[in-house]
């Protein structure tokens, strides 16, 4: 590694993918699902409780916590209508590869009836990456369900895996002549612990029972979708993208502590490459904190420098997970997620080039990544949070719907057209 004060060039492997994600549902604006809905409900609560939930310093920084319309996704970014715009800026930025989601209940708004002026939609979201020298990523679920399906019981419904794999299927066979890399679910973790280990998030289940039958149903319908879409060509790339979390013991030579990293490791990242069966052509891992445990469940990290949310920057823990899925699997790892809330662009410069550092001396050392994709492209709806978290290499004028390229953007546009970083 470079010493301190003392700058260098690392170079990335030829073909390397320098991509942004996106999801849906998070900058598309105007979804009808059960996300939708839930908002609407819970607009005033969230508001409400924002002053037992944040430090006094996130209140003063972000007073728009406490309006309810914080928390109601409306129109979002309107990349639904201006999604040419948006790929014109990623295309600007010296991106090779663009991630986006499918909204679920766009394609399937009734139950077996879908509907072909949206996957047309897509099919010209996808051509229009393409035309710009992107590669794109489709991830068929981020989150949201259509609302016959929530009706139904959502994920805990039985026939959910058949549910999920007949939508995948319809997706593949009009959108696989144009798109190869194919991203079934994402944060399936984080669907368990939210919804229904916390139950902050629809359906607002505190059930470990239930968690682990979701668990199943999303593992499973992974796996029956991987087959249909196997089934339709060869060629198409298919995974999962995992929240991958770094778990520290507390204390090094504690063995309650790191019995408690072993247990949290094993339910919070690898049991789903166990329930998948290897029906995998890589793993798309996504990375933001880390977590130091303290027997019997508590969390004691450093601190030190700290995102708008809270969350501790440690860069080096990618490292770690990276080598640690290297021992475990044989699949090429692609980085679908990595970023951070930074409203005034202080801390996202030096976080893309110190993550980056780490995932170059990983490749070193023989892990083979092939792709970094920064979260997000734009500032976006942050969930049961709203829009105060700021995530995007471009800035959202919310009221005016102006983007504005934020300096870090252009620092990781040099990045991209170079393959390479200069520490």
Known sequence: MPMEGKE???EFPKGFLWGAATSAHQVEGGNVNDWSEWEKKNAEHLASEAKNKWQEWQQEKFPEMFDPQNYVSGRACDHYNRYEEDLDIAKSLGLNAFRISIEWSRIEPEEGKFDER????????IQAIRERGMEPFVCLWHYTLPLWLAEKKGILNKRFPEYFARYSRYIVKNLGDICKFWVTLNEPSVVISHSYIEG?????KKNLW???RVYKKMMGAHNLSYRYIKEISEKNQIGFANHIKYFEPYGRNSTLDSLVVRVAGYFGNWIFYGLSKNKNDFIALQYYFRFRLKFPRRMINENKELTDLGWEVFPKGIYYLLKEINKRYSFPIYILEN????????KREKFIKDHLRWIHKAIQEGVDVRGYFHWSLLDNFEWDKGFWPRFGLVEM????LERKIRPSAWEYAKICKENAVNL
């Open 339 to 346: 970023g951070l809330a930074d409203a005034k662009d202080k």
């Open 8 to 10: 260098r060039k690392i």
């Open 210 to 212: 239930l968690a682990w």
């Open 397 to 400: 004028d919310y009221k005016t």
């Open 200 to 204: 902050i998030r629809p359906p607002e």
């Open 118 to 125: 949206e996957i047309e939609h897509y099919r010209k979201v």
